[in-house]
């Protein structure tokens, strides 16, 4: 058998999820009503349900998120939308609290959010023991720890491809909650990471001001499909559940055409597609036309360069060139033929800040702008709204995914049949009652049906091979031929859904121990069932989670791969040649918000606490 690697694509909404599909994703990741880790991205059943409909007839699936930690109070409301998910045949639940082990559930099967920080072999092997029928694997590792993880046990694994990073590892950062008791862990982010901050030293100088210093650019590993195929990844998940429509086309569609062009050639013997259908596009998809803040790869490749986007949190685009000088009312940039009326452009100004201008018009390779802004000549001028495109993407038009059919038009002892034969060999018969005659001169029509059948039009079929199978030159009306036509496909599509089968897991409780015995705040327990469920499998302290506990001034609110040391080439380990060491310790500090740094360098993480915290600092071992 071989192996299915698959596109996952966020959606929004409805209209999201039909778009994600049409453009050629396998899956669809969507919330529900409630539980979801994007507060403002829910839906109804009704809307889920329909976009389960739509996904199954080409063999695509979705899964849900219900991936916040959860109260005592919400544990039986969510069991409850659980079993209506389950009625309308959802495919997988994307969960991170373990309470929903430990619910009575349908037999739906649960995949493991990277919200439940998935990063240790161990872990994920205990995880699969316990039910869990994938894992969605942490951003931050690299190449080696996955295939390390695909080794030590078969659960299907799950990696982001493309879209923004968190800077913390995932379910554990505590920021939101600490300024203001907004919850990450409970879909309200407030995304505190993405602020400008000042860096402050240990004799309170200011040693950068006003940056993103916690802003880190986004992800695409794009590039590195085949080796993290070979690595044991099977689906590969776009992040952007509050990204707009042309975000998710452009991404779903650049992916599909990169996977296809691996599953056609090298991966062809051990890989294959994960749905049905071919997708075709109006418009040629580049991962920097949409929202973006720049790329790195993050930690696949081990750490090797820079990652942060300290200038600005918002998205760059596409790098245009630089500005050559202004003329009069206009500038002149370099590639200016490339901008239209319309287009939204970004720049760093003097400050250091990222800045904006909107094209009002175009004419003889100068650019009009709404405002005219004093801009250096040499500075590069990036385009984060392309007007154009997003014109053309937006077009429902722009990505169409048509499932290919055989049709065989032939005769029986009361008239004719169709039959139609889809790519995955379902097959759907229609009969007509209707008396043989010939046509007129006895001359061959059969032309003329191929041309009436082959009008598949709004339907998700294409017609690739037509055969007319008659004994003699039978005349048929065109408007037999539609109808039969019509008929044919509206069957096949009943045929295709009713042959989709959801698979089905029976969650049976399991007692095997857990690799760890005392669980801190990090393990986000935030109810009586995760509790016990965690006591089952052999834990003996547990403590509650930080949302349940915090104690102003004193906590660890994050932990991090991302280290503002190594940004700033002063560290001890890979930049062993600076000159002058940082007083310790660092403090980011935002109006009256004050954080401490801390940095663990063996496991290579930066901590940050909260401005009264005490910890020690270490010394560093590479000297």
């Known amino acids: 058998?071989?192996?299915?690697?698959?596109?996952?694509?966020?959606?929004?909404?409805?209209?999201?999820?039909?778009?994600?599909?049409?453009?050629?994703?396998?899956?669809?990741?969507?919330?529900?009503?409630?539980?979801?880790?994007?507060?403002?991205?829910?839906?109804?059943?009704?809307?889920?349900?329909?976009?389960?409909?739509?996904?199954?007839?080409?063999?695509?699936?979705?899964?849900?998120v219900v991936n916040t930690i959860l109260y005592d109070n919400e544990l039986e409301n969510c069991r409850q939308m659980i079993w209506k998910l389950y009625d309308i045949g959802v495919d997988a639940l994307i969960v991170q609290d373990m309470s929903i082990m430990e619910m009575e559930l349908p037999p739906i099967v649960l995949h493991a959010s990277t919200q439940a920080n998935n990063r240790d072999a161990d872990k994920i092997k205990f995880l699969k023991e316990a039910g869990m029928k994938r894992v969605v694997l942490a951003r931050e590792l690299n190449l080696h720890q996955i295939k390390e993880i695909s080794e030590a046990s078969d659960v299907e694994l799950e990696f982001f491809v493309t879209g923004a990073l968190c800077v913390s590892f995932s379910g554990n950062c505590y920021m939101s909650v600490a300024n203001g008791e907004r919850s990450a862990n409970r879909g309200s982010c407030a995304q505190n990471c993405r602020l400008p901050y000042n860096l402050i030293d240990g004799n309170g100088d200011t040693l950068i001001k006003n940056s993103h210093l916690l802003s880190i650019k986004d992800f695409d590993v794009s590039d590195q499909l085949p080796n993290l195929i070979e690595a044991g990844i099977c689906s590969f998940k776009i992040e952007g559940r509050l990204k707009d429509i042309v975000y998710v086309k452009n991404n779903v569609s650049y992916l599909r055409q990169k996977l296809d062009n691996f599953l056609e050639n090298e991966g062809s013997d051990k890989y294959t597609k994960a749905s049905s259908g071919k997708c075709t596009y109006t418009f040629d998809s580049a991962l920097n036309r949409t929202f973006n803040r720049g790329y790195t790869d993050y930690f696949v490749n081990e750490r090797h360069q820079a990652i942060g986007s300290w200038e600005s949190p918002k998205s760059k685009g596409q790098y245009i060139?630089?500005?050559?000088?202004?003329?009069?009312?206009?500038?002149?940039?370099?590639?200016?033929?490339l901008l239209n009326n319309g287009d939204g452009l970004c720049f760093i100004n003097e400050n250091n800040e990222a800045d904006g201008i909107y094209v009002n018009k175009v004419e003889n390779g100068l650019a009009f702008p709404n405002v005219l802004k004093e801009i250096k000549p040499g500075t590069f001028i990036f385009r984060n709204n392309d007007a154009a495109f997003i014109k053309i993407v937006e077009r429902e038009d722009s990505a169409i995914r048509k499932i290919s059919t055989t049709l065989l038009l032939t005769e029986n002892e009361n008239g004719f049949k169709l039959i139609a034969t889809d790519e995955d060999g379902n097959v759907s018969t229609v009969n007509l009652v209707h008396p043989k005659e010939r046509t007129k001169n006895n001359e061959s029509i059969e032309e003329n049906f191929k041309v009436n059948l082959a009008k598949t039009g709004f339907t998700p079929y294409t017609a690739d091979e037509i055969t007319i199978l008659f004994s003699e030159n039978w005349f048929l009306p065109i408007s037999k031929i539609n109808e039969m036509r019509r008929t044919v496909f509206e069957q096949l599509s009943e045929i295709?859904?009713?042959?989709?089968?959801?698979?089905?897991?029976?969650?049976?409780?399991?007692?095997?121990?857990?690799?760890?015995?005392?669980?801190?705040?990090?393990?986000?327990?935030?109810?009586?069932?995760?509790?016990?469920?965690?006591?089952?499998?052999?834990?003996?302290?547990?403590?509650?989670?930080?949302?349940?506990?915090?104690?102003?001034?004193?906590?660890?609110?994050?932990?991090?791969?991302?280290?503002?040391?190594?940004?700033?080439?002063?560290?001890?380990?890979?930049?062993?040649?600076?000159?002058?060491?940082?007083?310790?310790?660092?403090?980011?500090?935002?109006?009256?918000?004050?954080?401490?740094?801390?940095?663990?360098?063996?496991?290579?993480?930066?901590?940050?606490?909260?401005?009264?915290?005490?910890?020690?600092?270490?010394?560093?071992?590479?000297?």
């Not at 009312?329 to 370099?334: D, L, Q, T, V």
């Open 321 to 337: 060139g630089k500005l050559i000088k202004t003329v009069g009312n206009s500038y002149e940039i370099e590639n200016g033929e």
């Open 496 to 623: 295709r859904l009713s042959n989709y089968k959801v698979k089905e897991y029976q969650l049976v409780k399991t007692s095997h121990p857990y690799p760890e015995t005392k669980l801190d705040f990090m393990y986000n327990v935030s109810n009586k069932l995760a509790r016990k469920f965690y006591e089952r499998h052999g834990v003996t302290e547990i403590e509650k989670a930080f949302e349940l506990q915090w104690d102003p001034g004193k906590s660890r609110v994050m932990t991090t791969k991302y280290c503002i040391k190594y940004e700033l080439e002063k560290c001890p380990k890979y930049h062993p040649d600076m000159d002058g060491r940082l007083k310790e310790p660092l403090v980011l500090k935002q109006g009256e918000l004050e954080y401490k740094l801390k940095f663990n360098c063996k496991p290579c993480e930066m901590e940050i606490w909260e401005k009264d915290a005490e910890f020690e600092i270490e010394e560093d071992h590479f000297h």
């Open 1 to 64: 058998m071989k192996k299915k690697i698959e596109i996952l694509a966020p959606a929004k909404d409805l209209i999201h999820g039909l778009a994600a599909i049409n453009a050629g994703a396998d899956a669809v990741y969507i919330g529900a009503p409630q539980y979801g880790a994007r507060s403002n991205a829910t839906n109804s059943i009704e809307d889920v349900a329909e976009l389960v409909k739509y996904a199954h007839l080409f063999n695509a699936q979705v899964f849900v």
